[in-house]
């Protein structure tokens, strides 16, 4: 997608959670981003700008200094990000080992379906499930997005790209689980929010940890949701939101988890993640969490 958004110094407070404060000392004495300006001198932001502070966000969290990562690109601070999970940097070894994720948009930039076809047919049958989403297809799609803010990749290839990864994770077939203490988990977005491959992503990570999973998918009415919980009766319900922050969005972000909120039994957790739901702020008296990261609600969804 190529239009370009721009985003005002609060609606950056509320996408990264940084403060105004914060964001004006780093612009100023480390050039972190170097936001435009108004006629009237207002800075405005980029998705890039979101995302470079969002990251930094995380990593100051973590223990790291301003000073250690404020020469650091987009690319750069994600790799970090990885490592201090704990895990082995996924496009690191990947591009050591196979170059997968190089040939993946290689064959993109031409345009080579068949090739890009037989790289991810390649790295299924090479790696596990878990390895599988873990250090080829989250990759491949944070690469996806960050090409998307530079205008690297036109509308034909998002779709192309966005299709395979979603073939690749429906007929990912993992076993199911005996474990007694597994959760039984809805997902599902928004009405009008087609951007679901983080919430399947989310998905399969449950799969592979042996939850019961339901995926409703995208674009998800609210009382269907609501109604599908008392059907189905779920442990949690998990909504994917995804990157505006664009007031109506974000609206219809709240009025949509009020709605489910008042109609589901209280028993039911009710779990956010994705860019969107980032910065929100809701209280409920049932289980209610926002994930920061795939990697946090990953955290909370291990059976030990
Ligand atoms: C792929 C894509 C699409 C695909 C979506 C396919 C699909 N089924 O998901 C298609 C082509 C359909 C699409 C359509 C549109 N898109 Co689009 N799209 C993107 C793109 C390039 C990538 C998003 C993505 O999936 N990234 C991969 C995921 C895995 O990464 P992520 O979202 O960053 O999430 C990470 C974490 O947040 C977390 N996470 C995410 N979800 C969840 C969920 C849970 C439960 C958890 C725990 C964690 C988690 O894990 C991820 C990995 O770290 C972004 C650009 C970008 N930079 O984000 C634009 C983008 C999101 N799209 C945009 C727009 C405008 C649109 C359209 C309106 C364009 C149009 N005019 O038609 C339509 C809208 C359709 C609709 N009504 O929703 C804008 C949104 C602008 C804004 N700020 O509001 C963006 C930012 C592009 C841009 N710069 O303009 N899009």
Redesign the pocket.
């Given at each position: 997608?190529t239009?370009q958004?721009l985003y005002t110094i609060s609606e950056m407070v509320d996408l990264t959670g940084a403060t105004e404060f914060l964001l004006r000392s780093w612009e100023l004495r480390y050039k972190v981003v170097r936001p435009k300006r108004t006629k009237t001198g207002r800075r405005m932001y980029t998705?890039a700008d979101v995302m470079k502070i969002s990251k930094i966000m995380q990593l100051t969290r973590q223990g790291f200094k301003i000073s250690q990562l404020s020469s650091l690109n987009l690319s750069e601070l994600q790799e970090l990000e990885v490592k201090t999970h704990g895990l082995k940097s996924p496009q690191v070894a990947m591009n050591k080992k196979t170059g997968a994720l190089q040939k993946v948009f290689q064959s993109l930039a031409k345009t080579d379906w068949e090739s890009l076809k037989s790289v991810f047919n390649e790295e299924r049958k090479r790696l596990s499930a878990a390895d599988f989403v873990h250090t080829f297809i989250?990759p491949v799609?944070?690469h996806?997005?960050l090409l998307?803010?530079n205008n690297g990749i036109d509308?034909i290839q998002?779709?192309l790209l966005?299709s395979l990864i979603?073939e690749s994770l429906y007929s990912l077939s993992v076993k199911p689980s005996r474990k007694k203490n597994k959760f039984k988990m809805i997902f599902a977005t928004i009405e009008?929010?087609?951007?679901?491959?983080?919430?399947l992503?989310?998905k399969v990570i449950a799969d592979v940890h042996g939850h019961e999973c339901v995926y409703l998918g995208?674009h998800v009415p609210k009382k269907e949701l609501s109604e599908a919980c008392v059907r189905l009766r779920p442990t949690h319900v998990?909504i994917?939101t995804?990157?505006?922050?664009?007031e109506f969005?974000r609206e219809s972000i709240l009025k949509y988890l009020n709605f489910v909120d008042r109609h589901i039994p209280a028993s039911i957790a009710l779990?956010v993640?994705?860019?969107g739901g980032q910065g929100l702020s809701l209280k409920m008296e049932r289980s209610f969490y926002i994930?920061k990261?795939?990697e946090e609600?990953e955290g909370h969804i291990c059976l030990r």
């Open positions: 997608m239009r958004t998705d989250v799609a944070q996806m997005s998307s803010l509308i998002e779709h966005t979603k009008g929010d087609h951007h679901d491959l983080g919430l992503i989310a995208s998990i994917g995804s990157f505006g922050s664009q969005y779990w993640g994705g860019p994930f990261s795939l609600y």
